[in-house]
């Protein structure tokens, strides 16, 4: 049980979307202006001084370090305990008992040093780069080699060779899908009921409530050993609370206060911020031509958010509403990405809105984790105190 508590406390605690949300009105006005973020990041601590024996990873801030763990450990098929000595079912990190940990050390070396020297320190190349996914990069490829299908002479362009719609043309195609302005306006509170998957696949209740402009509230309560849902149990019991430039997690291990870029992206991943005012999050946007999803056409928007973090956005191009969002976090190690579908849109007091979210991120040891949504009530009366420091 301890184990099942620390995997997903540790999973939600990056989420850098765990939903990539979206902000009302206010919260994008608001981050321009007082930029909560930036202020953020001015008191986050680094990696070395929140833990014990860091070596190479120095000068990181501390909110990407787990981030940046499960993503060398999915670039070679790892799992924590590979590098990391484990003792009575518990990581102990400091430790430097295996050498797996000193010649992740020396990668992460070489790795830094590639990028300063032909890539002006951007984390252009990273371990998934030559492991791919596997303990040994691979030298060769794979035969027998695919053979290319021949070009058809005289077929009609791709369709992404076609004339692209501009960057304001589909968010306002979007804006209209989901409602309109006036309509989204007006929206000030939501309150969601459902169920959410953890990172080891249970199925628990779930509880969201969001008021505009920067607060949001959820919790649920992970099985005990029994199967049983153990709602009040603080062992148990998670909750996650931003309001204004604070905001904190409670899981298992106690009630940590969210600090940097994680802050940031928790403050955009509740439902109600997730899909109204989505231009207002960000400083620019940049067609990224046409893709597909479940062979469904997707126009594709690059967007840069007021914070710096680069997103990726996918819109249907027959319905107009926003499907896949990719947020990118850039570390030491690599570019992480996190990826979130919206789906089953329904309409909701005029306004439509996803009643299925999956969100997947790079870690070998977590399933994608779906919130489904029973019920969805707008302009309701939430209570001050639910927005309180978890105790």
Request: glycine content about 8%; some cysteine.
């Amino acid at each position: 049980m301890k184990r099942s508590i620390l995997t997903i406390a540790v999973i939600l605690l990056s989420i850098s979307a765990v939903l990539t949300v979206l902000s009302g009105p206010s919260v994008a006005q608001d981050s321009r202006t007082q930029d909560p973020a930036t202020t953020s990041r001015l008191t986050e601590k680094n990696v070395e001084q929140v833990f014990k024996n860091i070596k190479v990873l120095t000068g990181m801030p501390q909110s990407k370090l787990y981030p940046a763990m499960r993503f060398m450990a999915a670039s070679l098929g790892f799992q924590c305990g590979s590098c990391h000595v484990i003792r009575n079912g518990v990581i102990d990190s400091p430790a430097d008992d295996k050498p797996e940990k000193q010649t992740a050390r020396e990668m992460i070396k070489m790795t830094i040093e590639i990028n300063a020297t032909l890539f002006e320190g951007k984390p252009t190349v990273s371990c998934y780069t030559c492991h791919g996914g596997h303990r040994t990069p691979r030298g060769a490829p794979t035969l027998p080699l695919a053979v290319a299908a021949p070009r058809a002479t005289g077929a009609a362009p791709p369709a992404s060779a076609a004339v692209l719609p501009s960057a304001d043309d589909v968010l306002n195609k979007y804006l209209v899908a989901i409602g309109g302005k006036t309509a989204t306006d007006l929206i000030t509170s939501c309150v969601v009921k459902g169920t959410t998957t953890t990172a080891l696949g249970q199925l628990v209740p779930y509880e969201a409530e969001t008021v505009a402009p920067d607060k949001g509230h959820e919790t649920f309560a992970l099985p005990n050993a029994s199967g049983q849902n153990c709602a009040g149990d603080s062992r148990c019991e998670y909750q996650r609370v931003v309001i204004g430039g604070r905001g904190w997690l409670k899981s298992g291990g106690g009630v940590q206060e969210l600090v940097g870029e994680q802050l940031a992206d928790q403050r955009l991943s509740f439902p109600l911020f997730q899909i109204l005012k989505l231009k207002d999050q960000y400083a620019s946007f940049r067609s990224g031509g046409r893709d597909k999803i479940d062979d469904r056409e997707m126009y594709v928007l690059n967007a840069v958010r007021s914070d710096g973090k680069s997103e990726s956005l996918y819109f249907d191009l027959e319905s107009g509403l926003l499907r896949r969002r990719i947020s990118y976090v850039r570390t030491l190690v690599g570019t992480i990405p996190q990826q979130t579908d919206f789906e089953d849109y329904r309409e909701v007091d005029g306004i439509k809105l996803p009643f299925t979210i999956r969100t997947a991120f790079a870690d070998p040891g977590s399933i994608p984790i779906t919130r489904k949504f029973a019920q969805i009530k707008l302009n309701v009366p939430v209570a001050e105190s639910t927005f309180a420091k978890p105790q």
